[in-house]
Nanobody
Framework: QVQLVESGGGSVRSGGSLRLSCAAS????????TGWFRQAPGKEREGVAF???????RYLDSFQDRFAISRDPAKNIVYLQMNSLKPEDTAMYYC??????????????????WGQGTQVTISS
């Protein structure tokens, strides 16, 4: 059984940082594309950052300016370091895994496994 368990969310003030973790079981993150989506109230789920089995990364929009995705294959954990957080970063952040490669097309429906999400709240 595949499980993705997120942690590290919380409430911080604008300009602060958080590091999210996604602990995977039942799959090897070295063989999957694993990454992060987020969804704010009333908005669609949007992709943030992804890391492939070959360690190549994909960032959507301008997230690479402030966010960094990494992984620890030995622990089977994917991280999302988020810096210079803004109130508009407030959302539920979801870990997701795709049995394949994340290339130029990344969208929520193609991902096979999802975590339950971790809430990130940024106050001004």
């Amino acid at each position: 059984q595949v499980q993705l368990v997120e942690s590290g969310g919380g409430s911080v003030r604008s300009g602060g940082s958080l590091r999210l973790s996604c602990a995977a079981s039942g799959i090897s993150i070295s063989e999957y594309c694993t990454g992060w989506f987020r969804q704010a109230p009333g908005k669609e789920r949007e992709g943030v950052a992804f890391i492939n089995g070959d360690s190549s990364t994909r960032y959507l929009d301008s997230f690479q300016d402030r966010f960094a995705i990494s992984r620890d294959p030995a622990k089977n954990i994917v991280y999302l370091q988020m810096n210079s957080l803004k109130p508009e970063d407030t959302a539920m952040y979801y870990c997701a895994a795709l049995d394949g490669f994340c290339g130029t097309f990344i969208a929520a429906p193609i991902f096979h496994h999802w975590g339950q999400g971790t809430q990130v709240t940024i106050s001004s």
